[in-house]
């Protein structure tokens, strides 16, 4: 078992900051390729970025390439997510979620293949 938690969200202005992390505990976090999705109350939770188990390859979903960054901390078990240049787009639950599954999904980007979901932490962009 893993238990995930986020932290770091909060209100910004647009074009701010804001640096995510998502600490893991039970069981080594490097193990796991682990992504970030967001979901606002009117659309369905997307991708936004993931990093892989082995060799910390990166994936970004084109709305966030480019102002997200994704990165590993094993001292701290902990994947964190850099927001720059933000928009009120932007503005969402994101959730950090540890892959368990390799059947369906040749990238990184089906929720279906996480089985391990924090509880998610809120970023509110404002104008």
């Known amino acids: 078992q893993v238990q995930l938690v986020e932290s770091g969200g909060g209100l910004v202005q647009a074009g701010g900051s804001l640096r995510l992390s998502c600490a893991a505990s039970?069981?080594?976090?490097?193990?796991?390729?682990v992504a970030w999705f967001r979901q606002d109350p009117w659309k369905e939770r997307e991708f936004v970025a993931a990093?892989?188990?082995?060799?910390?390859?990166?994936y970004y979903a084109d709305s966030v390439k480019g102002r997200f960054a994704i990165s590993r901390d094993n001292a701290k078990n902990t994947v964190n997510l850099q927001l720059n240049s933000l928009k009120p787009e932007d503005t969402a639950v994101y959730y950090c979620?540890?892959?368990?599954?390799?059947?369906?999904?040749?990238?990184?980007?089906?929720?279906?293949?996480?089985?391990?979901w924090g509880q998610g932490t809120q970023v509110t962009v404002s104008q």
């Open positions: 979620a540890a892959r368990t599954l390799y059947y369906y999904c040749s990238g990184y980007d089906c929720l279906s293949e996480y089985g391990y």
């Open positions: 039970g069981r080594i976090f490097s193990t796991y390729a």
């Open positions: 990093i892989t188990r082995s060799d910390d390859i990166t």
